[in-house]
């Protein structure tokens, strides 16, 4: 057994992010050292978002490129150019203000450790191994579904190791968050599912799972109960489904259980085919019928009712190389598949049978 840690706290409601500055000045909690904003580039077109960061001379403000999901290397990078540019203060902002989707809040987080631990992004990979707590840190989530806004990791790849493994700890947990449903009206349909998705899997594949906690399941049945909401009726997007999109991300975040399947098989895609996550979980769940037969049911009817199409084709291109880099990304997730499959995962998850997997999607 062990104690949950959670956000301290949160202001939620269209518009909120019109309040920052009151956090940012009103807040007794909130240190009063400049501001570190590290935003996602997608909004380096959009004016209006950015008019609204109580920008003050000392503050920074750095773009964060997520073309590619979030990789040691970059979180290291981030955090040298913000020593550099507060040397005089110990290398130290008083905040940093994540803003964007999961990607961009996880390096968020990940820089904000790594300032006040020291050391390199890779050192902390793993469970429990941040020291001491990051540089305070607020999230603005941009896209709804990674839970990352409430979850106690940050997920990053190595890719000089082809590890993807999160900074499993308390002090990855933002401090507080704003959760203006505004910010997830213009992301693009295809985005906007996949990573809603991300929810409903964390928390069917919770759900599904032998390693259970009651306050965990409650959590994960209310995101998936919203999650049908969002998806199974009317426009996912329209202002009531975004609301409710995004209160299901913050609770399959606090959720967290330990997964089962799709994310294992994600992780492969990602790591060695560069997929982004919630494309990839899409992408894993195609030959995942068998092992999920109502949810992989209802997954293709929210599909079909927001007018999605499900890419398919990629496995019948993949080299027997591609295969055995997937398959030994994939099953290094032990704790995850055993979740599902139990000990044995190994031998029903065979070469062969993964191969296979990979190959229908
Ligand atoms: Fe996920």
Request: charged share 15%.
């Given at each position: ?101 999961g990607?961009?809040?996880d ?37 709804s579904g990674t839970g990352s806004e409430t979850s106690r990791t940050?997920v ?10 999160g ?27 996949h990573t809603g998705l991300d929810t409903y899997f964390h928390c069917m594949e919770t759900l599904n799972g032998?390693a259970r906690n009651?306050?965990v399941d409650a959590y994960s049945e209310k995101a998936i109960d919203l999650c ?17 999109m995004?209160i299901a991300s913050l609770m399959g975040g606090a959720a967290a259980g330990n997964t089962g399947l799709v994310h294992p098989l994600s992780a ?9 996550h919630g494309?990839a979980n899409c992408?894993a769940m195609?030959?995942l019928?068998?092992?999920y037969?109502?949810e992989?049911?209802?997954f ?33 997730h032990?704790k995850p598949?055993?979740n599902h ?21």
């Amino acid at each position: 057994m062990k104690a949950i840690r959670n956000v301290g706290s949160y202001l939620f409601g269209p518009g909120a992010l019109g309040r920052l500055e009151e956090v940012l000045r009103g807040d007794p909690r909130v240190p009063a050292g400049p501001v570190v904003y590290l935003v996602d580039h997608f909004f380096a077109g959009f004016t209006a978002p950015l008019a609204k960061l109580p920008q003050r001379p000392l503050d920074r403000l750095i773009f964060m490129d997520t073309t590619h999901e979030p990789s040691t290397d970059q979180v290291d990078q981030v955090a040298a150019r913000v020593r550099a540019d507060f040397s005089d203060l110990g290398g130290l902002p008083g905040v940093i203000v994540g803003m964007g989707g999961g990607a961009t809040l996880d390096m968020a987080k990940a820089v904000s450790n790594l300032l006040t631990n020291g050391g390199q992004a890779a050192d902390y990979q793993g469970w429990d191994l941040v020291k001491v707590p990051g540089v305070y840190k607020i999230g603005v989530p941009t896209l709804s579904g990674t839970g990352s806004e409430t979850s106690r990791t940050c997920v990053l790849t190595n890719y000089q190791t082809g590890v993807k493994l999160g900074m499993n700890s308390d002090f990855s947990v933002f401090d507080q968050l704003i959760l203006d449903p505004d910010l997830t009206a213009t992301v693009p349909r295809e985005q906007y599912f996949h990573t809603g998705l991300d929810t409903y899997f964390h928390c069917m594949e919770t759900l599904n799972g032998r390693a259970r906690n009651g306050i965990v399941d409650a959590y994960s049945e209310k995101a998936i109960d919203l999650c049908r909401q969002v998806f199974l009726q009317g426009d996912m997007q329209d202002q009531s489904s975004r609301e409710n999109m995004m209160i299901a991300s913050l609770m399959g975040g606090a959720a967290a259980g330990n997964t089962g399947l799709v994310h294992p098989l994600s992780a492969g895609l990602s790591v060695v085919l560069g997929v982004h996550h919630g494309l990839a979980n899409c992408l894993a769940m195609g030959p995942l019928a068998e092992f999920y037969p109502p949810e992989h049911a209802e997954f293709l009817a929210m599909a079909q009712a927001q007018g999605i199409k499900l890419p398919t084709g990629l496995g019948a291109d993949l080299s027997d190389e591609q295969i055995g880099k997937l398959y030994a990304s994939s099953i290094v997730h032990a704790k995850p598949l055993g979740n599902h499959l139990g000990e044995g995962f190994r031998d029903i998850l065979t070469p062969a049978r993964m191969a296979a997997l990979f190959r229908a999607m």
